[in-house]
């Protein structure tokens, strides 16, 4: 049908959307860590880190995944290279 | 021998406790069992109306706890198995009749005379989802294919975990197969992969099943009800045999896919 048309412009059907949304709500929900904590978080451990070693801020991701019934945090902090 | 007691819940009201409690007695009846299944919702009593007994009540499960009768008097035979009877909830009390040490304490004035107990959950993750949990020794979490019953069903998962009863197994109910193929309701591997546990049946959406409970006569007992072939399979699978999901004419590869699902256990 118009499916190769949802891929082409990146539309997603309401089931992949409810799926996605509901990612995040059962974070939330099993952790009962809000959103802007993570935001607060992530700026103090940019702030930690910058302390010691030479970081850019805007590549720092810190996010909450799923692993079964188990919630981790990611935090990927790309290094700056030796000049 | 002790019963295997198996409460029914699922955090959101309406999503089919009470017509899965209904329709694997009855199934678990039908391969010969000696089953009770109680009603532990206090003051909205159903499981009486799905079973078709609701005119011979004469004590419920108030009554036993508070001394009012014995057991036996209270509990209901069914019309069509010898060995399958109903323990009513009180429709005239509220939940805070019982607590979760009377349930255990009932449960085991019978667990020695039958194979199964089953005990349908009220809505909700208060006082009577607590008692209804209490005498259980495995947990079956009942959802549908939508946003807030699944969310529900999480949660309710995490309070079984941290209250020793886990791991709970999973029904998938009201799936509609049209809507998963046009990606417009979440998929069986989609509900699981959210949920993180292990899967004991899907049960498909299908008019037979509010036509049954019109009349008061599970839709396990129709031959020809595909959801009543679906808690079948559910009873089949509760006393240990391997089951195949039934294929619900998915498109090709998906029903492949979860078979594969199923057979590791939904991991």
């Given at each position: ?45 940019i ?19 799923h ?13 700056k290279?030796?000049? | ?109 019978i ?40 969310r ?8 079984i ?29 989609d ?77």
């Open positions: 049908m118009s499916d190769w048309l949802d891929k082409l412009y990146g539309r997603k059907k309401s089931a992949a959307q409810a799926k996605d949304r509901l990612k995040l709500v059962l974070i939330h929900d099993r952790t009962d860590i809000q959103p802007s904590t993570l935001e607060e978080m992530k700026d103090e451990i702030k930690a880190i910058s302390n010691h070693i030479s970081i850019n801020p805007n590549e720092v991701k810190i996010q909450m995944i692993d079964g019934r188990e919630q981790r945090l990611i935090a990927d902090i790309p290094l290279a030796r000049r | 021998m002790a019963a295997r007691i198996i409460t029914i819940t699922s955090g959101k009201g309406g999503v089919g406790k009470t017509t899965a409690t209904a329709n694997i007695s009855v199934a678990l009846a039908q391969l010969g069992q000696r089953v009770v299944c109680i009603d532990s919702d206090i003051g909205l009593r159903n499981l009486d109306v799905v079973l078709g007994l609701e005119n011979r009540i004469v004590y419920d499960l108030v009554d036993v706890i508070e001394e009012r009768c014995r057991i036996r008097q209270a509990m209901i035979k069914d019309k069509g198995f010898d060995d399958l009877y109903l323990i009513p909830a009180a429709q005239t009390r509220d939940k805070n009749a019982v607590s979760p040490s009377d349930m255990i304490a009932l449960v085991d004035q667990t020695g005379e039958f194979d199964w107990i089953l005990v349908d959950s009220p809505a909700g993750i208060e006082r009577g989802f607590k008692n209804a949990i209490a005498p259980a020794n495995e947990v079956i979490v009942i959802t549908n294919p939508d946003v807030s019953a699944v529900d069903a999480d949660r309710i998962i995490g309070i975990e941290s209250e020793q009863k886990g791991p709970a197994r999973l029904i998938i109910n009201r799936l509609n197969p049209e809507m998963v193929n046009r990606g417009e309701m979440l998929d069986a591997e509900v699981l992969d959210l949920l993180a546990i292990k899967l004991l049946g899907i049960v498909p959406e299908d008019e037979t099943v509010i036509m049954s409970t019109n009349v008061g006569k599970p839709v396990v007992t129709r031959e020809k009800s595909i959801a009543g072939q679906a808690f079948k399979n559910i009873a089949r699978r509760l006393m240990g045999d391997e089951v195949p999901l039934i294929d619900l004419e998915y498109k090709e590869g998906i029903f492949h896919k979860l078979s594969k699902i199923f057979a590791s256990g939904g991991e």
